[in-house]
């Protein structure tokens, strides 16, 4: 290596190990006369500057610099005897190379004399490109949640403006009887939109928290698909497009979860029905394939551009999503889609011939073994036939819920299906009324002032058996996570519902739960 001590610049002439340290540091040092000179750079130092040992002493150190007045400024504070600390300059190297770098510098005089400064340099370039990369990603970010915020508002408040217009139509009265059930439809359509729209925001919570839940059970896919056909039908009828399904023979098992595969299927659906034109068509097929079971939605629809396709699964993700877009959605159906299956060990992929020429969306799950002889596989979903089941007449119910409207509501759909229902608004109020009315079924809302339907059910529970301690119990709430659902079970509900509470579906856990056994009815 050689002695390259400059005189007047040397460490202690015995310290090897203090020379060596100097020379291999991880930054970069020189030594500078107080003409500006560089008298000595350790091999970092080399490297920063893009030079070799000879064609870098001697050379004015402002001659790396961006902006030489820098140089200029450090060497005037090193000749007042000020040390320099974080002052950040651009360097520039001889073969081109720009660094960002941070200095720090002291002088040594001698005799009151400057004899020459000492610089550390340190490259923070790549330090500040990530600091500049992490700082656009948090505008994206910001920038697309802003832009998430306004669809949203914009998602929810076209279906509500519809149904405040209408109600306020039949409020009005005056019409006839094919405007008021035209009316009712665009409600009940614009209500089941705001549904859809509250459902995959908290789909796409849960997946993002890593919180999805699965019941997987052996299910023959094709009672999947039925439902789900079911389900879209009528917004294909609507809008003028053919939903076309060929017959199944032969059973389709999978292991999954009846309900979340059902919601994949159906976003593919609603999905292919929303971006084909009325005249346009909408095919499912299912079948199997090398151990899978392939079920595929084809369109003759919008289609997409190859430059979309690998991000059609993404969330938020939309191939238009301008102001003047021709169809409404959050982008996040395909994206549950996507995890859905992926989570029950499957894979679904996209592909079109391109813009105006149709898509088709394929699912692929593993194939489970079919049940045997005098086995039961459970139902796939709820069918219709039990989505209809009415409960027992005369069951007795205590509905509790601190808001009118929906107690009303609740308590007119349950009369209306022969059940004989007493309300209340609080949580006090209906512990009482446990023990006077040993109630059939208990049917409480989480949310409320006070004591909330949790601490109820606590209460409720602690109580003997003939004082209506182990009345059965469904949870209604608007907190609908997986971690609402678990804190519900764990309180003593059966059940856990989520608001805004589908009366097809409330009446069949009613009906499930007495069929089950859990009804008071019996065990009087």
């Given amino acids: 290596?050689?002695?390259?001590?400059?005189?007047?610049?040397?460490?202690?002439?015995?310290?090897?190990?203090?020379?060596?340290?100097?020379?291999?540091?991880?930054?970069?040092?020189?030594?500078?006369?107080?003409?500006?000179?560089?008298?000595?750079?350790?091999?970092?130092?080399?490297?920063?500057?893009?030079?070799?040992?000879?064609?870098?002493?001697?050379?004015?150190?402002?001659?790396?610099?961006?902006?030489?007045?820098?140089?200029?400024?450090?060497?005037?504070?090193?000749?007042?005897?000020?040390?320099?600390?974080?002052?950040?300059?651009?360097?520039?190297?001889?073969?081109?190379?720009?660094?960002?770098?941070?200095?720090?510098?002291?002088?040594?005089?001698?005799?009151?004399?400057?004899?020459?400064?000492?610089?550390?340099?340190?490259?923070?370039?790549?330090?500040?490109?990530?600091?500049?990369?992490?700082?656009?990603?948090?505008?994206?970010?910001?920038?697309?949640?802003?832009?998430?915020?306004?669809?949203?508002?914009?998602?929810?408040?076209?279906?509500?403006?519809?149904?405040?217009?209408?109600?306020?139509?039949?409020?009005?009265?005056?019409?006839?009887?094919?405007?008021?059930?035209?009316?009712?439809?665009?409600?009940?359509?614009?209500?089941?939109?705001?549904?859809?729209?509250?459902?995959?925001?908290?789909h796409a919570s849960r997946i993002a928290a890593g919180g999805l839940m699965l019941s997987p059970q052996l299910v023959d896919l094709r009672g999947v698909v039925q439902v789900a056909i079911d389900a879209a039908s009528r917004d294909a009828a609507i809008k003028g497009v053919p939903l076309t399904s060929p017959p199944g023979e032969t059973p389709v098992w999978v292991m999954g979860d009846p309900g979340r595969l059902q919601q994949a299927v159906s976003n593919l659906l609603s999905n292919a029905i929303k971006f084909t034109p009325a005249g346009g068509r909408v095919e499912l097929s299912l079948d199997t394939t090398d151990g899978q079971a392939r079920l595929r939605v084809t369109d003759t629809g919008e289609g997409m551009s190859p430059a979309f396709l690998p991000f059609a699964f993404e969330r938020f993700r939309q191939q238009d999503s301008t102001s003047t877009r021709a169809h409404h959605g959050l982008g996040l159906g395909l994206y549950v889609v996507r995890h859905v299956i992926g989570h029950h060990g499957g894979l679904v992929s996209a592909e079109s011939p391109g813009q105006g020429r149709g898509s088709t969306f394929t699912v692929l799950l593993p194939l489970a073994a079919a049940p045997g002889e005098g086995a039961r596989p459970q139902d796939a979903v709820p069918t219709r036939e039990r989505e209809n089941d009415r409960a027992q007449e005369g069951l007795t119910v205590l509905l509790v819920d601190d808001e009118e409207d929906a107690r009303e509501a609740l308590r007119l759909i349950l009369q209306q299906n022969g059940m004989l229902v007493t309300t209340a608004s609080s949580a006090r109020g209906a512990f009482e009324l446990v023990e006077s009315l040993q109630p059939d079924i208990l049917l409480s809302d989480i949310a409320m002032p006070g004591e909330d339907g949790l601490s109820l059910i606590r209460r409720v529970r602690k109580l003997p058996f003939d004082r209506g301690g182990q009345v059965p119990a469904i949870a209604l709430s608007a907190y609908a996570g997986a971690e609402d659902r678990r804190k519900a079970l764990l309180a003593g509900f059966q059940r856990h519902i989520p608001k805004p509470v589908d009366p097809a579906h409330l009446l069949a856990a009613i009906a499930t739960m007495l069929r089950t056994g859990a009804g008071r009815s019996g065990e009087r």
Avoid at 41 to 59: D, I, K, Q
Avoid at 110 to 116: A, M, N, Q, T, Y
Avoid at 148 to 176: C, K, M, N, Y
């Fill in 1 to 202: 290596m050689g002695d390259r001590r400059p005189d007047g610049a040397r460490p202690p002439e015995n310290d090897e190990e203090l020379i060596e340290f100097l020379e291999h540091a991880p930054v970069g040092m020189c030594w500078v006369d107080p003409d500006g000179r560089v008298l000595w750079t350790n091999g970092a130092g080399l490297e920063l500057l893009g030079c070799s040992e000879n064609e870098c002493r001697g050379h004015f150190i402002a001659g790396y610099f961006m902006q030489p007045q820098a140089a200029a400024e450090i060497l005037d504070r090193l000749g007042r005897r000020e040390a320099v600390k974080g002052y950040e300059a651009g360097l520039r190297a001889t073969n081109g190379a720009v660094r960002r770098v941070l200095i720090g510098a002291n002088s040594l005089f001698r005799d009151g004399r400057l004899v020459h400064s000492r610089w550390v340099i340190r490259d923070i370039t790549a330090l500040l490109e990530r600091e500049e990369a992490a700082r656009h990603r948090a505008l994206d970010a910001g920038r697309l949640k802003d832009e998430f915020l306004a669809l949203l508002s914009h998602e929810l408040r076209t279906p509500l403006g519809a149904i405040l217009v209408w109600l306020g139509l039949l409020r009005q009265g005056g019409s006839d009887p094919t405007e008021t059930t035209r009316a009712l439809e665009i409600i009940e359509r614009s209500a089941r939109t705001l549904e859809r729209i509250i459902e995959d925001l908290l």
